[in-house]
């Protein structure tokens, strides 16, 4: 069986590299549309400007342009992307409050609001949501009264 700390890492590699991966394709588009507008004169093909001719010079240094643009990119992803792990939230098992310093807890919606910019939602797993469905239907039926005794 798998634990749940390998669960848990295993989650982060895939959102991280989903990341990555993205960046990665756009810059990688950059540098395609860079060499297509050298190759084909895409200015003058779509739009009938004037004619320039062939340039190795300037495809060479926009590409470099972007590919440096896109170490600082992913670079700083990167660096967010730890110190957000770095900084994983403890909880309190029993009344879900956020450990945010020593000794120090708040409640976890005032700690969400304070440290990042999200709207929090409400509801209920699909376990807490049977077990309000089934409190709920004990509430509808009608308890049998018991019989005083004199």
């Known amino acids: 069986m798998i634990s749940q700390e390998k669960i848990k890492t295993s989650a982060r590699q895939d959102a991280f590299g989903s990341v990555a991966l993205w960046q990665l394709m756009t810059f990688l588009f950059l540098i395609c549309f860079i060499w297509a507008n ?14 320039s001719p062939f340039n190795i010079s300037r495809g060479l240094l926009l590409t470099m342009a972007i590919v440096a643009t896109a170490v600082v990119a992913v670079g700083h992803t990167y660096e967010q992307q730890r110190s957000i792990v770095k900084n994983l939230v403890m909880t309190c098992a029993y009344c879900h409050r956020v450990e945010t310093g020593q000794n120090s807890w708040e409640h976890v919606e005032e700690y969400f609001i304070k440290h990042y910019p999200v709207d929090l939602g409400r509801g209920a797993c699909p376990e807490c949501q049977k077990m309000l469905e089934a409190v709920q239907e004990r509430q509808k039926t009608p308890q049998p009264i018991p019989e005083a005794t004199a």
């Open 38 to 51: 050298e190759l084909l004169d895409l200015p003058n093909y779509l739009f009938g400007a004037e004619a």
